[in-house]
């Protein structure tokens, strides 16, 4: 697609319950982020895939949270068991290339889950 | 891994002026990217400049990597300009390492 494609744009949920959020990144972009944001709040690196190697999970907050990137392209996180503190904008991200360089490094944002949990 | 340091971290104009956004950063690096995040909350993609100057419209950025920090200069700001402003940085891992970000509000 055009942009980086988020999905969905608002979501509800009761506590306990689990919650998808995917991501479609801009077509052939290897690398893939995700963020997320409370409010009022800087960014929250969570997760990063770069093509076939294992995803960087140092940012997960806790084992309730997962996420896939199926074919190298569109990613799922879940959150399992949803807690009030997960309330927040869930950002993904990509880019063409992972590793650092002068050109055609620039990273793209979607715009976002907002995600609320009562 | 990189300290990314946004100045000032709040900051109101008025309607047409101008103003200068600092970013600093600990480590050498040969990537770095403002975004600008509207009250919406999308962030959207300002510059990509590792290093240089470039312009677009009435926003300009400047990076000085052998100093460590770069600067984001808005001039004639409008109220669509107001949001929060970040750069962000990518290390050797890949890892983007955002600023705090600085809070601009433009009033009319």
């Known amino acids: 697609g055009a942009g980086v494609s988020q999905s969905p744009s608002n979501k509800v949920t009761e506590k306990g319950k689990d919650v998808e959020l995917r991501c479609d990144p801009i077509s052939g972009h290897t690398a893939l982020y995700w963020y997320r944001q409370s409010l009022g709040q800087g960014l929250e690196f969570l997760i990063y895939f770069q093509g076939n190697s294992a995803p960087d999970k140092s940012g997960l907050p806790s084992d309730r949270f997962s996420a896939e990137r199926t074919g190298g392209s569109v990613s799922t996180l879940t959150i399992q068991r949803t807690q009030q503190e997960d309330s927040a904008v869930y950002l993904c991200?990509?880019?063409?290339?992972?590793?650092?360089?002068?050109?055609?490094?620039?990273?793209?944002f979607g715009e976002g889950s907002w995600l609320t949990v009562v | 891994g990189i300290q990314v340091e946004q100045s000032p971290p709040d900051l109101i104009l008025q309607e047409g002026a101008n103003s200068t956004l600092r970013c600093n950063f600990s480590d050498s690096v040969n990537n770095l990217q403002w975004f600008h995040q509207n009250p919406w909350g999308q962030l959207i993609n300002l510059f990509y400049i590792p290093s240089g100057t470039k312009q677009n419209g009435r926003l300009s950025a400047t990076t000085v990597a052998t100093e460590r920090y770069s600067l984001l200069y808005i001039s004639s700001s409008q109220t669509t300009d107001s949001g929060v402003y970040f750069c962000?940085?990518?290390?050797?891992?890949?890892?983007?390492?955002f600023g705090g970000g600085t809070r601009l509000m433009v009033k009319p």
């Open positions: 962000a940085l990518r290390d050797a891992g890949n890892m983007l390492t």
């Open positions: 991200a990509s880019s063409l290339l992972g590793g650092s360089s002068r050109t055609g490094n620039t990273i793209y």
